[in-house]
Structures are given as structure tokens and as C-alpha cells.
């Protein structure tokens, strides 16, 4: 979830049965990350988007699918996708935030 640090903030609770939520906590004790607790405001920045709301979506159904291996801890303390998977919707992400101005 490389691309949760560079969103801002959102306030929106997550749903008890979040897949992003879930996935970010599982793979955060599953790899060792610090925050697992972190995973309710990461995951609802990614809900919260308007601007580049098209492609986060893109970007979470991919993340959502990888398997524990293709994930690593982030200087963060997030679980994040190993720059080898989702890279295609991680540069649509980066490429919607630098048409938006880095609006969401």
C-alpha cells in the first residue's frame, strides 16, 4: 500500500467487513508491520477520493488480490505491494495525483 502514505486525510469509518481493512491488518501481522492500527484511516483515504477515485479503485482490486509474499512492510509501518506488483495501477495512481495537483 505504497500509495496510502501520499494520500490525505480522510475521515470516513470503515466498514466492519472493509476488504481493504481487512487484507491491510492481515497482511500487517502476517509480515510483522508496526501500525496495523493505521489500516482503518489508510484504508478510508482510499475511500474518501473523488479526482482519482477511478484509478484507487484500480489500484485496491489489485492489492486486494496479491498474496501475502508480494507484500512488504513500509518505512511507515504499513503493509505495502512490493514494487514488482500493481505497478501499472500505482503509475496510474502517481500519474492521476500529478494531473489532479495531488487531489484525490
Avoid at 37 to 53: F, Q, V, W
Wanted: overall charge neutral; hydrophobic content about 30%; proline content about 5%.
Amino acid at each position: 500500500m505504497l500509495l496510502l502514505a501520499l494520500l490525505p486525510g480522510g475521515c470516513r469509518r470503515a466498514k466492519a467487513t472493509d476488504p481493504c481493512v481487512t487484507t491491510c491488518k492481515l497482511r500487517a501481522i502476517e509480515r510483522g508491520c508496526g501500525h496495523p492500527e493505521r489500516c482503518d484511516d489508510a484504508c478510508a483515504k482510499l475511500r474518501s477520493a473523488t479526482a482519482c477515485a477511478r484509478e484507487l479503485g484500480g489500484f485496491r482490486d489489485c492489492f486486494l488480490n496479491e498474496p501475502s509474499d508480494h507484500w512488504e512492510c513500509g518505512n511507515d509501518g504499513l503493509p505495502q505491494v512490493r514494487h514488482l506488483y500493481c505497478e501499472s495501477q500505482q503509475d496510474t495512481v502517481l500519474g492521476c495525483l500529478e494531473r489532479s495537483g495531488g487531489k484525490l
